[in-house]
């Protein structure tokens, strides 16, 4: 049976971006067709400047978000990366199959070192190995598919290279994974700044929605999105980046095509006004359900601690015999 493996990362609260271009497939295709795995990667946090007691509340609310979003504790697991300990033991391997001048090609890396460096802060060891550890997530639990935005595809193209190299080196057996996208939605725009993605750990916020934004909020932030002054609506993500966005938004709630949503738009003579306010509604809708059931999980605490324990103990289950073959491939002496 194909496995699939992915994750989030509790430095921020929770975007639009990482509902549709993950979460969601997650919770609506993902873990009916497939043995999956949904990760909290807390480790991963861990690699910018970061306050402990803030990212052990947005782990739990992470864990939460992504039961609110659908994913069900009955048919997939979800888990907290730090409670397996297979995930830095592996990472450890696969520094050593790694090469210092392939993290420092990585496009992460650069944006992230560039902005800790900006900030004054120095650049942890961590985020350059970051992929690494990113890499033995996925291979410890040999998933042959991994959901994720567009952001993270070179990430797991690495992973590839690195299983690939493992394999070859020491015969190891680590299956080769794939990413996969959404159709719609692979790389959600910050609403202010459509050149750059919306991130959760972005400072300016106007451009962002958070999974948590009251709806009213959500509302405004969608009707003053930047767009442009050109007549006419058309989709192209190059030449107008603002309006593209929008049209993807609005396509991937409604799951309607992006180009078709435009060519209705236009033909109607409609202007962006007109656009603004269907995202916005569809967004907020959207939304609706999701936000209920994070309230009602958060008062329950007790529920999610059982969840998350019950799943480490499920992940643990798979990853250990992977993780301690790894080790024995490349030479370790097992414990008498
Ligand atoms: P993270 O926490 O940044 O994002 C979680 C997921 O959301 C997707 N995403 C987006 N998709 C569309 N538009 C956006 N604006 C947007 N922003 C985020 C991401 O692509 C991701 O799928 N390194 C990963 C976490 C990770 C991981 C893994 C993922 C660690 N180990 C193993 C998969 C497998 C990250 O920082 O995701």
């Not at 995930?87 to 001048?101: F, I, N, P, T």
């Not at 009707?223 to 593209?244: K, Q």
């Not at 019950?310 to 080790?327: F, H, K, L, M, S």
Request: proline share 5%; aromatic share 6%.
């Amino acid at each position: 049976m194909t496995r699939i493996f992915s994750g989030v990362k509790p430095t921020g609260h929770l975007t639009l971006g990482n509902y549709l271009g993950a979460l969601r497939r997650w919770a609506e295709e993902d873990q009916y067709r497939a043995e999956s795995l949904f990760c909290v990667v807390d480790l991963h946090a861990l690699t910018v400047e970061h306050d402990p007691a803030r990212v052990r509340r947005l782990s739990r609310q992470a864990a939460s978000l992504m039961l609110a979003a659908g994913l069900d504790p009955q048919v997939c697991t979800v888990f907290v990366q730090s409670h397996v300990d297979e995930h830095a033991r592996l990472s450890y391997l696969l520094e050593c199959v790694a090469s210092d001048g392939e993290m420092r090609r990585m496009i992460q890396y650069k944006e992230k070192s560039a902005r800790a460096q900006a900030s004054g802060q120095g650049v942890r060891l961590s985020l350059l190995t970051y992929p690494v550890l990113m890499a033995a997530d996925i291979l410890a639990y040999g998933a042959d598919e991994v959901p994720v935005g567009e952001d993270q595809t070179q990430h797991v193209e690495l992973t590839r290279d690195l299983a690939e190299r493992f394999n070859q080196r020491y015969g190891g057996a680590f299956v080769i994974p794939r990413a996969t996208q959404p159709a719609v939605a692979a790389r959600v725009m910050d609403l202010q700044d459509p050149a750059s993605k919306m991130g959760k750990s972005h400072e300016a916020t106007a451009g962002i929605v958070y999974l948590l934004d009251e709806p009213d909020v959500v509302a405004k932030k969608v009707m003053r999105a930047v767009t442009d002054s050109e007549p006419g609506v058309t989709y192209d993500r190059e030449a107008r980046p603002g309006l593209a966005n929008l049209l993807e938004i609005l396509a991937s709630c409604t799951g309607k095509e992006p180009a078709a949503l435009a060519a209705a738009y236009d033909a109607g003579g409609l202007g962006f006004g007109a656009l603004k306010r269907e995202t916005a509604d569809a967004v907020v809708e959207l939304l609706r359900p999701l936000r209920a059931r994070h309230a009602e999980l958060s008062a329950d605490p007790g529920y999610m601690d059982g969840v998350l324990r019950e799943g480490a103990a499920r992940a643990r289950a798979i990853a250990r015999p992977t993780v301690d073959a790894a080790y024995r491939a490349m030479g370790l002496l097992p414990p008498a």
